[in-house]
C-alpha cells in the first residue's frame, strides 16, 4: 500500500461558460511568456534592443507549435490514421502531443525569418533565449500531469504518480512522474546554461548547443523510463536515437565553432549600436552646451567686476 504518492488531477479542463480552460495549453502559454521575458532580459544585456526578442517569437512561437505538432504526427501515426482513428484529432493540439524535436526545428526556421527581417544573427540571438526555453520546457512538461499522460513504470516510491484514468489503455496506478523528472531536468539545463554563459562567454550559438547537449543528455535516460506506445529501434525507443543522435551534433557544433569563432559577438544588434551612440552624442552636445553657457555666464561675471573697478577708481579720483 502507498503511504505517499503525486495525485493527479480529476480532469484537464475547466469551463467558463461555453469557453474551454485547458491546463496543457495554460502550461505551454505560461512557459513561452517566461521564454520571451528571460530572453529578452539577457538580449538587452548582450547589447540589444528590448522588444526584439518577442518581434521575432511572433514568428518562431507558431512555426514553433506546427513543428511539435508534425513530429508528433508523423512519429505516432497510428493515433491518427489507423483503422478506428480519427484524422481530425491530429488537429486537436489541446489534447496533447508535441515534440520537442519537431518543435525546436521549425521553431529555428520561424526564428531564422524574423532574425532576416531584422538583420540579426540567428546563433546571437538563439544564445540569448536558450535557457528560457529549457525554463519553458519545465513548465510545459505540467501539461502532461493534467492529462495523466507520459508517465513512467510502475513503483511504490513516495513521490510516485498516481493515475487515476482508465482511458485510452491506461491503467489505474501509481508510476514514476516522469514529467517531473524532466521538468526538474530542464530547469537544472537551464541555470547551468546561464552560469556557463557567465563563466565562459558563451557566444556564436554555443550557449544554445549546450542546452541542447544537456537537455538530450537529460531526455534520453528519462525517455527509456517510460511506458507509453512508441517506435523502437534496435530496442530502443525513437526517442532515444533521436535524443543520441541531437547529443552529438550539438557537442560538435560546439567543439567546431569553439575552435572557428571563439569568444562572443561584439554587436549583436546594429540598430542598438547606432541608437546608442546617437544617444551619446546628444549628451556629449547638451554637455558642451551647458560648459559654453557656464563660459557665457563666467565672461558676464568678470565683465561686470571690471565695469565696478573701473567706477569705483573713478570715484576715488574726483574725492582726492
Not at 41 to 54: F, M, S, Y
Not at 72 to 96: C, M, P, Q
Request: proline share 4%; hydrophobic share 45%; with cysteine.
Amino acid at each position: 500500500m502507498e503511504l505517499a504518492f503525486i495525485p493527479s488531477p480529476s480532469r484537464g479542463v475547466l469551463y467558463l461558460g461555453p469557453i474551454p480552460l485547458r491546463g496543457y495549453a495554460f502550461c505551454i502559454i505560461i512557459g513561452v511568456f517566461v521564454a520571451v521575458w528571460l530572453g529578452n532580459k539577457r538580449w538587452i544585456a548582450r547589447g540589444g534592443r528590448a522588444g526584439t526578442v518577442a518581434d521575432i517569437a511572433v514568428w518562431a512561437v507558431p512555426f514553433g507549435l506546427v513543428g511539435g505538432r508534425l513530429y508528433h504526427v508523423i512519429t505516432d501515426y497510428e493515433l491518427y490514421f489507423s483503422e478506428g482513428r480519427d484524422w481530425v484529432d491530429a488537429f486537436k493540439i489541446w489534447e496533447g502531443g508535441l515534440g520537442i524535436w519537431g518543435a525546436i526545428a521549425l521553431g529555428a526556421v520561424g526564428a531564422w525569418i524574423g532574425c532576416r527581417r531584422r538583420g540579426i544573427p540567428l546563433p546571437a540571438y538563439a544564445d540569448a533565449i536558450a535557457p528560457g526555453i529549457a525554463f519553458a520546457q519545465a513548465i510545459g512538461r505540467w501539461g502532461n500531469w493534467f492529462n495523466q499522460e507520459l508517465y513512467g513504470k510502475p513503483t511504490d516510491l513516495p513521490w510516485a504518480l498516481e493515475i487515476t484514468s482508465s482511458s485510452d489503455g491506461r491503467v489505474p496506478g501509481t508510476y514514476h512522474p516522469t514529467f517531473l523528472y524532466e521538468s526538474l531536468w530542464c530547469i537544472g539545463v537551464a541555470f547551468l546554461v546561464i552560469w556557463a554563459d557567465r563563466r565562459f562567454r558563451l557566444g556564436h550559438g554555443r550557449a544554445f548547443a549546450l542546452y541542447v547537449a544537456a537537455y538530450c543528455t537529460g531526455r534520453a535516460w528519462i525517455e527509456y523510463m517510460r511506458v507509453d506506445d512508441a517506435h523502437h529501434i534496435a530496442g530502443l525507443r525513437l526517442n532515444v536515437w533521436t535524443a543520441i543522435l541531437v547529443f552529438l551534433l550539438a557537442v560538435t557544433y560546439l567543439v567546431v565553432s569553439s575552435k572557428k569563432r571563439p569568444g562572443r559577438e561584439d554587436v549583436v544588434e546594429p540598430g542598438a549600436v547606432t541608437s546608442g551612440d546617437d544617444a551619446d552624442g546628444g549628451e556629449k552636445s547638451e554637455d558642451t552646451g551647458t560648459s559654453a553657457d557656464a563660459g557665457k555666464d563666467d565672461g558676464n561675471e568678470n565683465e561686470a567686476e571690471a565695469e565696478a573697478d573701473a567706477k569705483d577708481e573713478a570715484g576715488s579720483g574726483k574725492k582726492t
